[in-house]
């Protein structure tokens, strides 16, 4: 008698995202560090795409490396970006592979949280018709909240992006409970036919558990990788991101099929 082979889960694809190299070159001015060069590198390391957010203040990323990034990488692009007709419309100009609707505070140091879909629903089903109108992937960067999910595929959204900021944060039984918040939602988001990314905080001691949820088809992960290359390297810091990875779907995988 013949077993049929298991059937492989979704393979996983990394996000590299390069704002906090221009965070560094734009605290000197100047054009060193290059976020080109690290797209490149991460090409090279095994990076399945680049993602730059172009916040409204320009504190890291630059309307110039959304454009030669745009002209010069293969890599698909994401392009990180709040709901403002400022933004759509560079959006629009561009034609980035994706684009991730993230919500943004001027005094922020960094994405506090998921977008609130429940009370934008208007002004973001207006965008997301806009950007797919133009051929672009719109993925929604939301909290793991089946309301905030449910919401997200009422407006036509075919991608989320779950915020795993808390579960990063958290530690001990907090950090489990977080970690089930992201299982959950990614199970609800796959049940509503919506494609489910997750990032956020995310370092090699946390990546693993998130990895081995099988309706995660991407990760996006920046802040980390850049703040690790300071002391192995950028090529070195993204190849072992990959592995874990790799080794954590893999992992589950058999256990699933065992």
């Not at 990760?219 to 290359?229: D, K, M, Q, R, T």
Request: glycine fraction near 10%.
């Amino acid at each position: 008698m013949t077993v049929p082979a298991a059937t492989p889960w979704p393979s996983l694809r990394l996000g590299v995202n390069i704002d906090h190299v221009a965070t560094i070159r734009n605290a000197r001015g100047g054009g060193h560090p290059d976020p080109l060069r690290a797209a490149r590198i991460a090409a090279r390391a095994g990076a399945d795409g680049i993602t730059a957010h172009l916040r409204e203040d320009r504190r890291h990323i630059s309307d110039d490396d959304i454009m030669a990034l745009r002209r010069e990488i293969e890599l698909p692009l994401n392009l990180e970006m709040a709901a403002t007709e400022e933004m759509l419309a560079i959006a629009l100009r561009h034609k980035p592979h994706a684009a991730c609707i993230v919500p943004e505070k001027r005094r922020e140091l960094t994405t506090e949280g998921g977008l609130d879909v429940t009370r934008g629903h208007d002004l973001l089903a207006d965008y997301v018709e806009r950007l797919a109108g133009a051929g672009i992937r719109v993925s929604l960067f939301i909290d793991p909240d089946p309301r905030q999910i449910e919401a997200a595929a009422a407006i036509g959204a075919p991608v989320v992006e779950l915020h795993t900021g808390a579960y990063c944060d958290a530690g001990g039984k907090t950090r489990e409970q977080e970690l089930e918040r992201i299982r959950t939602g990614a199970a609800l988001a796959a049940e509503a036919g919506l494609e489910c990314h997750a990032g956020h905080g995310l370092s090699f001691d946390t990546v693993g558990a998130v990895a081995e949820i099988p309706q995660i088809r991407e990760l996006n992960i920046g802040h980390f990788l850049v703040g690790e290359a300071i002391f192995s390297g950028l090529d070195s810091a993204i190849k072992r991101m990959r592995a874990l990875m790799d080794k954590a779907r893999a992992e589950a995988s058999g256990q699933k099929s065992a």
